[in-house]
């Protein structure tokens, strides 16, 4: 089945500054990327995503990279800010968009 | 229109004992899926619906059972409650034909 890895599991940075977010995945036949965000107490929420068919997607301060050769991708934010601090979660589905599977989620701490 | 709901949001369950998580949803989803929280571990799939009538194992269904009883419900039964049992539970759903999951407000089971 598939599998996904995060990394880091935490990442501490000073507002302004950039922050990355990678993962990998096991299933080639995996075709959509999701991340999702959740503050603390509250439940994940979609903040972007990326089809196995786009390399980049950018909205704002967030990106996502996609390498499917590899079977990784990334998410970065920039000029983060104190709001940011959440736990970031990628995923990936498989078996046709039936089956949703999250990595280990990152703990993101930005700094004023 | 509530979305996703959970109940109960909060139970203590004594070691052996059983007990049923209720998750509906109200906007007509076609796939739905259980989750468990642990720190360090990420969002764990437990069982997944991918439509009415049909269910599937996930990561760690061990200890698990489900129940898609309508298009709008689907439970998680824990037959015989052990302590690795506690944890944060969350049910998702996901429109058919769409990809971003909604999750419910998560459900905190404590098993003494």
């Known amino acids: 089945g598939e599998n996904v890895e995060q990394h880091p599991s935490t990442l501490s940075v000073q507002e302004g500054d950039s922050a990355v977010i990678k993962c990998t995945y096991s299933d080639s036949a995996s075709n959509y990327f999701p991340w999702y965000k959740q503050e603390l107490g509250k439940r994940p929420q979609l903040i972007i995503d990326i089809r196995s068919n786009v390399g980049e997607k950018k909205d704002q301060r967030i990106a996502v990279t996609l390498n499917k050769t590899a079977k990784h991708f990334s998410l970065h934010i920039t000029e983060t800010q104190p709001e940011d601090s959440a736990v970031y979660f990628c995923a990936a589905y498989t078996r046709g968009f039936q089956k949703l599977v999250f990595g280990t989620g990152t703990r993101l701490l930005v700094s004023p | 229109n509530a979305g996703v709901t959970q109940t109960p949001k909060f139970q203590v369950l004594k070691t052996g004992q059983s007990m049923t998580l209720q998750c509906a949803q109200d906007m007509n989803h076609n796939s739905m899926y259980w989750y468990r929280q642990d720190p360090g571990m990420g969002l764990r799939l437990i069982y997944y619906?991918?439509?009415?009538?049909?269910?599937d194992k996930g990561e760690v269904p061990n200890g698990y059972n489900v129940s898609r009883l309508n298009k709008r419900e689907f439970s998680l039964r824990l037959e015989s409650a052990a302590p690795s049992q506690t944890s944060v539970y969350f049910c998702?759903?996901?429109?058919?034909?769409?990809?971003?999951?909604?999750f419910g407000q998560g459900t905190r089971l404590t098993v003494v």
């Open positions: 619906s991918a439509s009415e009538g049909t269910t």
């Open positions: 998702a759903s996901v429109p058919q034909g769409k990809t971003e999951a909604f």
